[in-house]
């Protein structure tokens, strides 16, 4: 049991290093400005005041009461900034460094139950690279990784300010496009395949995309709004390849 609890501690610490470390010092900072200040004779004030009931200045005290304080904020904004790093690690795909399929699908969400309002319309796109196995196999993994990373450029590139790129998974992208309705947003699911039909990627033959637009509508389910647009996007490929398909 004891050993149980000593592992269980230690895996516990290499999870949480940094708060274990901070937790700690704040700690033993306050306890080292509380002897220090006892030192400074303010245990023996404030028993004076308590025995004889006469006035006397509670500075140390007070200054005790401020450092720790002070200590606290400290140790605080460390957590605060901390928990955002966490969460925003939590959100983004390590390698392409844009959000990932959890945080995109929690939007597309909020996308939807907003749909039914009045200058609110919103539409999804989800693309993905043709034959994108052939550049793994053929160039090795590395290659991919690059291709993956030039993709997501230069669709932040031809995306609106408010767009929201997702990697949702393998070569496959997904594009939330808030007030937008779905002509609007074919429109810039074309300007992103010719973007990316014309773009020279370095030691590589042509590489194209294919596109499924569909618009969303309140009160259906993500999962059928998502099929949706999947849908599309094998009737693109079914179609030839880097095309966009709009329903």
């Given at each position: 049991m004891n050993l149980f609890l000593i592992k269980k501690t230690i895996n516990y610490y290499r999870e949480n290093k940094a708060i274990v470390v901070d937790t700690v010092v704040l700690i033993v900072a306050i306890i080292t400005t509380g002897i220090y200040l006892h030192y400074a004779e303010a245990t023996e004030s404030f028993y004076e005041f308590t025995r004889k009931q006469e006035y006397y200045d509670l500075d140390e005290i007070i200054l005790t009461?401020?450092?720790?304080?002070?200590?606290?904020?400290?140790?605080?904004?460390?957590?605060f900034f901390e928990l955002k790093r966490v969460?925003?690690?939590?959100?983004?795909?390590?390698?392409?460094?844009?959000?990932n399929r959890r945080k995109g699908s929690d939007l597309i969400k909020s996308a939807i139950d907003r749909s039914n309002l009045p200058g609110k319309p919103s539409s999804i796109i989800m693309f993905d690279i043709d034959n994108f196995k052939s550049i793994n196999d053929t160039y090795g993994h590395d290659t991919g990784d690059y291709v993956l990373k030039k993709i997501a450029s230069i669709t932040k590139k031809e995306s609106r300010?408010?767009?929201?790129?997702?990697?949702?998974?393998?070569?496959?992208?997904?594009?939330?496009?808030?007030?937008?309705?779905s002509d609007n947003a074919y429109n810039l699911?074309?300007?992103?395949?010719?973007?990316?039909?014309?773009?020279?990627?370095?030691?590589?033959?042509?590489?194209?995309?294919?596109?499924?637009?569909?618009?969303?509508?309140?009160?259906?389910?993500?999962?059928?709004?998502?099929?949706?647009?999947?849908?599309n996007l094998y009737k693109s490929k079914k179609g030839g390849r880097n095309k966009v398909t709009k329903s």
């Open positions: 009461i401020a450092i720790s304080s002070f200590y606290l904020l400290i140790y605080t904004l460390r957590r969460m925003i690690q939590a959100n983004t795909d390590p390698l392409i460094g844009i959000l300010e408010f767009d929201v790129l997702i990697r949702w998974g393998g070569e496959e992208f997904m594009i939330l496009c808030p007030k937008t309705n699911a074309e300007r992103l395949r010719k973007s990316i039909e014309n773009h020279q990627f370095k030691d590589l033959t042509q590489i194209t995309a294919s596109f499924g637009v569909t618009a969303l509508n309140h009160g259906e389910s993500l999962k059928a709004q998502i099929d949706r647009a999947d849908g």
